[in-house]
């Protein structure tokens, strides 16, 4: 079956940097995307990686290794509002633009 | 600034009643999507639609239908809703072009099924 892991939850300090990881088995492969969601809140994109490599947009960082089925999103610098849970989601390119989700990694930071 | 609405934020239904949702958006965009989000099961998506009238499928349909008219509005029903469908349900839209890795989510409505 199609499948993507990331950790339950994570815990990390203020201040310091954290990464949650993702590795997907999937029939075919598009890219990896990250989403934020705030408790109570929708869903927001933060990062897209089709190529291997590190893609950086301010504070947080996606890596993606196609040939390890992984990816990691990066976070630095931690801030409370950065409290979150974080999805990672795969489009598989089989089918009309559909999402493969991860079930979402809690982080939770400490002051 | 990209925008997806969603009618309510809040439901509380009885079992066996006909629920509507509806969502719509303002970007034009060819792809809408429903999902429920339950805690620890992520998004699973229950029905998705890439063109007026045209529907598919997606990994949860059992007790779902939709419709869609317009290209701006995709209605999620449930015919005879059931506790079991309580949840959150999370509408989304993405273009076919472009960003189409991006999809927008709304706020979310959140029912209650007694």
């Known amino acids: 079956g199609q499948s993507l892991e990331q950790p339950s939850e994570v815990t990390a300090v203020e201040g310091a940097i954290v990464q949650i990881n993702c590795t997907y088995q999937?029939?075919?492969?598009?890219?990896l995307s990250w989403y934020q969601q705030h408790d109570g809140g929708a869903p927001t994109f933060l990062s897209y990686n089709a190529l291997d490599g590190l893609e950086e947009t301010g504070r947080f960082s996606s890596f993606l290794s196609r040939s390890d089925s992984y990816g990691y999103l990066l976070l630095q610098e931690l801030q409370m509002k950065d409290s979150a849970s974080y999805f990672c989601?795969?489009?598989?390119?089989?089918?009309?633009?559909?999402?493969?989700w991860g079930a979402g990694t809690k982080l939770i930071i400490k002051p | 600034d990209v925008k997806v609405t969603q009618s309510s934020r809040y439901l509380v239904k009885r079992t066996g009643e006909k629920v509507f949702l509806e969502c719509v958006q303002d970007m034009d965009h060819e792809n809408m999507f429903w999902y429920r989000q339950d805690p620890g099961l992520g998004l699973r998506l229950i029905y998705f639609?890439?063109?007026?009238?045209?529907?598919e499928k997606g990994d949860i349909p059992e007790g779902y239908s939709v419709s869609r008219e317009k290209k701006e509005r995709f209605s999620l029903i449930l015919e005879s809703a059931s506790t079991n469908q309580t949840s959150m349900y999370l509408c989304?839209?993405?273009?076919?072009?472009?960003?189409?890795?991006?999809?927008?989510f709304g706020p979310g409505t959140r029912l209650l099924v007694l």
């Open positions: 999937t029939s075919g492969f598009y890219g």
């Open positions: 989601a795969v489009r598989d390119g089989g089918s009309n633009y559909q999402l493969i």
């Open positions: 639609s890439y063109d007026v009238k045209m529907k």
């Open positions: 989304a839209s993405s273009p076919i072009q472009g960003s189409q890795e991006t999809q927008y």
